[in-house]
């Protein structure tokens, strides 16, 4: 490697000649690429380094530590998964559609979701998703305090069940673990575990995808019963099935 090559990796440029130098937008892309389950590297300078063809040291331009790097490539997860999002006029279609790409969106960077799923970036993709799902509950029928109140409740169980999802992607033991549940609800005493035993075989035959969808569905029915509450009558999409839309 050339000094000239050294010298544009430490100011953050790619070692090629006549490629212009790094942004921070270009930075965080960057990552969002190379933590994707498809090349599934993990999110250090070292690795974010490597991937853009540049000294690590060069990238404390752009983020300032590796925990603004994580929120930043968080907030580009998101801010994917909203980007295309096109309301239909039935809130509750819409607000399931929009937690199913939040939900998406973070499997599709397992380690991230693991990681930032319990954080708040508080940057502009997170924002965007936060004003569309407001809207959405207030469409619904629900007042002011109402809405944000019902906006963290689903929106911090999908976050939830994402984090948990991932965690179960990452964890080697997760397949065995799940063996081993199955043999023993299957095994269950039907004396002292009469339920666990009768119920066993669809108890166990319960996919993850299965519990999300009836997790949205049963969220989205509580936003809808709460809003009928208030306003005394029924609001819009009464009997709504998103099953389709998880």
Same mark, same amino acid.
């Not at 050294?6 to 490629?19: E, L, M, W």
């Not at 965080?28 to 690590?56: C, K, N, W, Y």
């Not at 109402?146 to 929106?155: F, P």
């Given at each position: 490697?050339?000094?000239?090559?050294?010298?544009?990796?430490?100011?953050?440029? +790619?070692?090629?000649?006549?490629? +212009?130098?790094?942004?921070?937008?270009?930075? !965080?892309?960057?990552?969002?690429? %190379?933590?994707?389950?498809?090349?599934?590297?993990? /999110?250090?300078?070292?690795?974010?380094?490597?991937?853009?063809?540049?000294?690590?040291?060069?990238?404390?331009?752009?983020?300032?530590?590796?925990?603004?790097?994580?929120?930043?490539?968080?907030?580009? !997860? !998101?801010?994917?998964?909203?980007?295309?999002?096109?309301?239909?006029?039935?809130?509750?279609?819409?607000?399931?559609? =929009?937690?199913?790409? =939040?939900?998406?969106?973070?499997?599709?960077?397992?380690?991230?979701?693991?990681?930032?799923?319990?954080? !708040?970036?508080?940057?502009?993709?997170? %924002?965007?998703?936060?004003?569309?799902?407001?809207?959405? =509950?207030?469409?619904?029928? /629900?007042?002011?305090?109402?809405?944000?109140? %019902?906006?963290?409740?689903?929106?911090?169980?999908?976050?939830?069940?994402?984090?948990?999802?991932?965690?179960?992607?990452?964890?080697?033991?997760?397949?065995?673990?799940?063996?081993?549940?199955?043999?023993?609800?299957?095994?269950?005493?039907?004396?002292?575990? +009469?339920?666990?035993?009768?119920?066993?075989?669809?108890?166990?035959?319960?996919?993850?995808?299965?519990?999300?969808?009836?997790?949205?569905?049963?969220?989205?029915?509580?936003?809808?019963?709460?809003?009928?509450?208030?306003?005394?009558?029924?609001?819009?999409?009464?009997?709504?099935?998103?099953?389709?839309?998880?």
């Amino acid at each position: 490697r050339t000094s000239v090559d050294a010298a544009r990796q430490r100011r953050g440029r +790619p070692a090629k000649s006549g490629v +212009p130098p790094l942004d921070r937008e270009q930075v !965080i892309q960057a990552a969002v690429e %190379m933590t994707s389950r498809e090349q599934s590297q993990p /999110l250090t300078f070292r690795a974010l380094g490597r991937h853009l063809g540049v000294d690590p040291a060069a990238l404390y331009r752009y983020v300032s530590s590796k925990d603004e790097l994580l929120l930043a490539v968080a907030d580009g !997860i !998101i801010g994917k998964a909203v980007e295309g999002f096109v309301q239909t006029g039935s809130w509750r279609e819409d607000l399931a559609e =929009l937690l199913s790409r =939040l939900h998406w969106g973070y499997l599709g960077h397992p380690e991230v979701a693991v990681a930032a799923a319990a954080r !708040i970036t508080r940057l502009p993709g997170e %924002m965007r998703f936060a004003e569309i799902a407001l809207g959405l =509950l207030k469409e619904a029928g /629900l007042a002011d305090p109402e809405a944000a109140v %019902m906006y963290r409740a689903v929106a911090d169980t999908v976050l939830a069940w994402t984090g948990f999802r991932a965690g179960l992607e990452l964890n080697a033991a997760a397949e065995s673990d799940h063996k081993a549940w199955e043999e023993a609800c299957l095994e269950a005493d039907p004396v002292r575990f +009469p339920n666990v035993a009768r119920l066993a075989s669809p108890l166990t035959a319960v996919t993850l995808q299965q519990g999300f969808r009836q997790t949205l569905d049963l969220l989205l029915a509580a936003v809808q019963s709460r809003a009928e509450e208030l306003s005394g009558g029924e609001c819009p999409d009464k009997g709504l099935i998103v099953h389709k839309l998880a």
